[in-house]
């Protein structure tokens, strides 16, 4: 029954369901069972998810007066979750509808503060987004910069492949933006929670008024992402063999090879540090093909030339400034990559072999 209410409120028309059994069916001690309980609990609109308590393990070393105060103070500023204040959208009754999309479709696995602790979070891997800290990894802003807008509605509306997040293209348009704008409220809550906490613990009391200006300065740094937005140094290449050839010894020179290998698979080492949510990063393998963020020239140039946010992996915009047209070297290197089963040549450039010694 428990695994039957789980799958249940796991997601409407089959999608959340079939990513879980998906997964158990890895598990060949679970197939039966998953199987079952898909066919027995059917497709629907799950009931809501239970508000929790509106404050998190931020305020977990607060006394109970500071935890009060925070509390507070974070629904004075951001609104209760049911209605949480705007951060992009038009009004509040946008977030409302953002709300209940999110209740039926993000809690179980985000949980319903957007910290990544759902019912399902403990069977994925990868661990589903903890929202709370502002950190987004797909955009298309310089590292450690605030995502677009647009950068969540790609993923919400696509998934990330490679993951449990599915696309959840059937959503109109209205709906998927509704929940993004709760995401972005989510985050902006979570950020200013972190602050708060960290000024009450220190201070033993958080003023008012600063708690507003903590505030009001998370609201600019998010509604000014759209400045930060990457744009291509150079026009698009040509996919030829010498700009292959050209992202190939960049690929060397430039240090990727230290992490993804000197034949892309990413199995130089097991990680290559934490990331912003204090899990072990490995280096991704460029063979499979799949790229969680897009596989399109564009969206590699974003990873290339932007990062990925939160993990070790750093943009070269500002390094490859003077050199424009080597980052779409790199993006058609990457995307020549055979399959694994077809290793490409892994001797560094000028460097000489056996052969020629």
């Not at 891997?125 to 802003?141: A, E, I, M, Q």
């Amino acid at each position: 029954m428990m695994l039957a209410h789980v799958l249940f409120r796991f997601g409407e028309k089959g999608l959340g369901p079939w990513c879980l059994v998906q997964r158990m069916i890895m598990e060949k001690s679970c197939r039966a069972l998953a199987l079952m309980c898909l066919l027995c609990v059917g497709c629907g609109e799950p009931p809501p998810t239970p508000l929790p308590d509106e404050i998190t393990t931020e305020t977990e070393d607060l006394s109970p007066r500071l935890r009060r105060q925070v509390a507070r103070m974070l629904r004075e500023l951001c609104g209760p979750l049911q209605a949480p204040h705007t951060v992009f959208s038009d009004g509040d009754a946008s977030l409302k509808l953002g709300f209940s999309t999110f209740q039926s479709y993000c809690t179980p696995c985000h949980g319903a503060l957007g910290n990544g602790q759902g019912t399902m979070s403990e069977y994925l891997d990868p661990r589903p987004r903890n929202f709370r800290r502002g950190v987004f990894k797909f955009v298309s802003t310089p590292y450690g910069s605030k995502p677009l807008r647009n950068d969540l509605l790609r993923t919400v509306r696509h998934g990330l492949p490679g993951t449990a997040m599915p696309a959840f293209a059937e959503l109109n348009e209205k709906r998927l933006a509704a929940v993004v704008d709760y995401v972005l409220a989510l985050a902006v809550r979570g950020e200013l929670e972190i602050v708060l906490s960290q000024i009450a613990f220190d201070e033993d009391e958080v003023d008012p008024e600063l708690a507003a200006e903590m505030h009001e300065s998370l609201l600019e740094v998010w509604r000014g992402a759209d400045e930060q937005a990457i744009q291509p140094l150079s026009p698009e290449l040509p996919m030829t063999a010498a700009s292959i050839q050209a992202g190939r010894s960049a690929f060397f020179l430039e240090g990727c090879a230290g992490c993804h290998g000197a034949d892309g698979r990413g199995r130089t080492r097991d990680t290559v540090g934490d990331d912003a949510w204090g899990r072990p990063s490995k280096p991704w393998d460029l063979t499979l093909g799949t790229f969680r963020g897009g596989s399109d020239a564009e969206d590699l140039y974003l990873r290339i030339a932007g990062g990925i946010s939160g993990t070790p992996m750093p943009g070269y915009l500002a390094t490859l400034q003077e050199r424009p047209e080597t980052l779409w070297h790199l993006v058609h290197f990457v995307r020549s990559l055979p399959p694994p089963r077809v290793l490409p040549d892994t001797t560094p450039p000028n460097v000489p072999t056996e052969d020629t010694n």
